[in-house]
């Protein structure tokens, strides 16, 4: 499981960021915030993998 604040890579699109808040409605999903500009997204928990 990804918890918040942890930096997480989308696999699809290989953008980082911070994980900046959870939810689960019809499944879990996560608000990333991007290193790069900032910007917000949605993600599923199995489209990000953790970054060290």
């Known amino acids: ?3 918040e604040y942890e930096h997480v890579k989308t696999k699809k699109t290989g953008i ?10 019809n499944g879990l ?3 990333i915030e991007s290193d790069i500009d900032n ?4 993600c599923a928990e199995d489209e990000l ?3 060290e």
């Open 29 to 31: 999903y996560y608000l």
């Open 16 to 25: 980082t960021g911070i994980v900046f808040d959870i939810r689960n409605t």
């Open 49 to 51: 993998e953790r970054v």
């Open 1 to 3: 499981m990804i918890h």
């Open 39 to 42: 910007e917000l997204f949605d």
